[in-house]
């Protein structure tokens, strides 16, 4: 008897010790502050709940600080992190260099062939994924359907940014704090220069031509920066170049912005209840110079996993759950179905639930279909990538060149120096990409 008792305790002590063991795996997961994924950290128990044995860590930072810290980490196989939220331009320079895990193979009810073809095609190499998308967006333009009431306009569904510089023009009125236009003016290669890459494009400009020479001393971006400069200076909120995307947002939803040009995946917040505007914004395509571009990204927020990770497993289950339809379910039960992660799959834009409650649904759909990273500019081009230049470099061109732009939105410099220091700066740093290949 004695024996017995005593076998069954040593039993259960080892079923506890097994039990403790599954519960202390964890993961960390390093994301971007902004909705979407803060909302997804505020879903953690419901994971947690469903897999007792892991637990999540967060790691959440600025976009530019996430990217400088996620980066360092991966190249330097450093091992901090389990889950990277990295997005559509690191996803296949990473996995060539063999830094990330496929993610093929997911559970079948995950069903990745329902992600939207150009956000998938965005996040494979050599046909295999290598991130599971969050959320993904295009670019849009965002406006006071008041505003353009009140003074007798009517935005285009495909407006021309002649069309947008006489309104925000016609709609400013700083004595009550409403700019005519906000956009974004904080250095960075995936801030200021998301969106002037993309205008850009449709200006006709280009980072390179088909040598891979710098084009900043064209006249197609000199026409794309003075046309910037002179409308923000002349009608945007003041201290410009310190607005990024999450600071922009913030003065729409506050009622300060007459025309916001920017990330679809704005539009649940800018509608959302606790917008000053919510009943109160209308949507249209990114704008165009009617030379066949107009100024719509491709990109998205996605969950991938290093190869450095001790925990790939645990890793696998999370990112599946994030990004999986039950996922969508479960935000749609507890906060409605606007507010679910927009651009990935095509079923929910097959949800008519779905399609009632976000009105900037069918626009967001609309232009992420008609990006093509292959073909950005109106010219031929060398390179792909919409918003950015699909290369290693362009992490570091980018954030100079940014810099450069910032710079002259803020006067510190002129927009003919911003584009010659541009020039100079991208030259460089090619040539030596070149030399040390």
């Given amino acids: 008897m004695t024996i017995r008792i005593a076998a069954a305790l040593t039993a259960a002590a080892l079923l506890a010790c097994s039990a403790f063991a599954r519960a ?5 997961i390093a994301t971007v502050n902004n909705g979407d994924m803060i909302r997804m950290q505020g879903f953690s128990a419901e994971f947690e709940k469903a ?7 967060w790691v959440v930072l600025e976009e530019n600080v996430l990217r400088q810290r996620v980066t360092t980490d991966i190249a330097t196989k450093g091992g901090q992190f389990d889950v990277l939220t990295i997005g559509t331009y690191e996803v296949p320079i990473w996995a060539e260099r063999g830094w990330l895990v496929t993610l093929d193979g997911l559970p079948a009810d995950y069903d990745a062939e329902d992600i939207l073809p ?3 095609q965005g996040l494979s190499f050599k046909g295999k994924m290598y991130a599971v998308p969050f959320y993904g967006e295009s670019s849009f333009t965002m406006y006071r359907t008041d505003l353009f009431k009140k003074a007798g306009l009517e935005m285009p569904e495909k407006p021309t940014w002649d069309f947008i510089k006489d309104a925000a023009r016609k709609l400013a009125d700083k004595s009550t704090e409403v700019y005519g236009i906000c956009l974004r003016g904080k250095p960075g290669w995936g801030e200021n220069m998301a969106f002037l890459t993309a205008m850009a494009n449709a200006y006709g400009a280009r980072w390179f031509d088909m040598n891979w020479k710098p084009q900043f001393d064209g006249e197609a971006w000199k026409a794309t920066i003075t046309d ?3 409308l923000m200076n002349e009608v945007g909120p003041p201290n410009a170049s310190a607005n990024g995307y999450k600071e922009n947002l913030a003065l729409f939803r506050a009622g300060k912005c007459a025309i916001w040009i920017d990330a679809t995946a ?3 917040f800018v509608t959302n209840a606790d917008s000053a505007v919510a009943n109160r914004v209308g949507f249209a395509l990114a704008p165009d110079t009617g030379l066949g571009k107009s100024a719509n990204w491709l990109w998205a927020w996605a969950l991938a996993i290093p190869e450095s990770s001790v925990n790939k497993d645990a890793a696998k289950k999370f990112v599946a759950w994030a990004t999986s339809k039950h996922y969508l379910e479960l935000v749609a039960a507890k906060e409605g179905w606007s507010n679910v992660p927009p651009g990935t799959r095509r079923s929910l834009y097959e949800n ?3 399609l009632d409650a976000a009105p900037f649904a069918r626009i967001t759909l609309a232009s992420i279909l008609a990006a093509d990273p292959s073909h950005p500019t109106v010219e031929q081009v060398p390179y792909t990538g919409i918003q950015f230049v699909a290369i290693p470099e362009f992490q570091s061109i980018g954030t100079a060149v940014g810099n450069r732009f910032a710079a002259a939105l803020s006067g510190t410099i002129p927009i003919n120096e911003a584009l010659g220091n541009a020039q100079w700066v991208t030259g460089k740093i090619i040539e030596r990409a070149r ?3």
Avoid: C, H, S, W
């Fill in 24 to 28: 202390e795996t964890t993961i960390t």
């Fill in 51 to 57: 897999n007792p044995e892991i637990k999540l860590d």
């Fill in 118 to 120: 150009p956000i998938r």
């Fill in 228 to 230: 910037y400069v002179e």
């Fill in 266 to 268: 704005a539009g649940q």
């Fill in 352 to 354: 008519r639930a779905y």
């Fill in 435 to 437: 030399f040390l290949q």
